[in-house]
């Protein structure tokens, strides 16, 4: 066996899960990671997973996978980053068990993440949230629980592991009534609920039967909803929605949507930008800065409160050259 398969297996058991201990959202993103790599290392050399050597992922072979991912599996830039993320995480560990491998960990450490154009957020008017809560088919079982979850996350901007993480007893009734999650860096916070949510929240718990630690919004075999089912049914209750709102676009419509749809809510009721950091669970407030940029709004408001120049409208026209030199004197 190579010195890749017990320093990769390490990297898993020892480094992000003791000394790390990082989530398991963050472990599977990894795995994932890594499994494509050792999968594309292996077609380009032939050899067995359990038979790469370290000079086998070597810098070359690092940048023909990204480009793999971007030209071949057609990936974004973010998720090409989000890879090199987690292949430079493993290198950075390898760096400290294989320093005879030096020269090629450093040159992988070296890749540069791609940079790329960030767009202005979708988000939904109130309308259109509207249409989307009530597109469910609340005869059925299932539409009644998809009501429930799209209310809940265009209310609470939850993110969608968020959501599917949360179980039965994470929700209080009540004076302080709140959702408590678990977020990125495996950090808790509570999101308030309102008298709507609450309701809407009491009937389903009563229905889909209150057992603190199973799952909020299960299947139908009680198992957790995967944040690819929440995908399809958003888009699937958004194409439904589209008929009665037509400026709903079900193509560009994700779980996401829904978080920026809150967050601009709270930015249009006038809430400052640090709460509502904290409301979404930002870890720098730099990130909540994206909504003030896709708030036209707010920018309208600064523009009326600019005082008109006075300048008369006009071509600029020299002085006479006789009077300039007169009054030069």
């Given at each position: 066996m190579s010195p890749i398969a017990p320093t990769l297996q390490a990297f898993f058991t020892d480094r992000l899960t003791k000394q790390r201990q990082v989530s398991p959202r963050t472990i599977a993103s990894y795995r994932d990671s890594l499994r494509l790599l050792i999968g594309f290392a292996q077609e380009r050399t032939g050899k067995t997973p359990s038979r790469l050597e370290w000079t086998d992922l070597d810098a070359d072979l690092i940048a023909?996978?990204?480009?793999?991912?971007?030209?071949?599996?057609?990936?974004?830039?973010?998720?090409?980053?989000?890879?090199?993320?987690?292949?430079?995480?493993?290198?950075?560990?390898a760096a400290l068990r294989h320093p005879e491998h030096a020269e090629v960990i450093q040159q992988v450490l070296a890749i540069p993440a791609k940079r790329f154009d960030k767009q202005l957020i979708t988000f939904l008017t109130a309308t259109e949230i509207e249409a989307l809560i009530d597109a469910p088919d609340t005869d059925r079982w299932e539409g009644r629980r998809d009501r429930a979850l799209l209310l809940l996350a265009s209310q609470t901007g939850l993110r969608v592991a968020e959501m599917t993480g949360l179980n039965c007893s994470d929700i209080t009734f009540g004076d302080g009534s709140s959702i408590r999650c678990m977020g990125k860096g495996r950090k808790r916070r509570a999101v308030p609920l309102t008298t709507t949510t609450q309701a809407v929240l009491r009937v389903w718990l009563t229905e889909r039967g209150d057992v603190p630690d199973q799952p909020l919004f299960p299947t139908r075999t009680g198992r957790r909803l995967s944040t690819d089912t929440v995908e399809r049914l958003v888009r699937l209750h958004a194409a439904t929605a589209a008929r009665t709102c037509p400026t709903i676009r079900p193509a560009e419509l994700h779980p996401h949507v829904l978080r920026h749809t809150c967050a601009m809510s709270l930015l249009h009721a006038g809430i400052d930008t640090a709460v509502i950091a904290l409301w979404l669970g930002h870890a720098d407030i730099r990130s909540t800065g994206i909504y003030l940029h896709t708030d036209l709004t707010i920018k309208q408001r600064a523009l009326d409160a600019m005082t008109s120049p006075s300048t008369k409208p006009g071509c600029y026209r020299p002085r006479d050259k006789l009077l300039a030199f007169l009054e030069g004197l």
């Open positions: 023909s996978f990204l480009d793999h991912l971007e030209h071949v599996r057609h990936n974004s830039a973010r998720t090409r980053n989000l890879r090199l993320t987690a292949i430079r995480s493993l290198f950075g560990f």
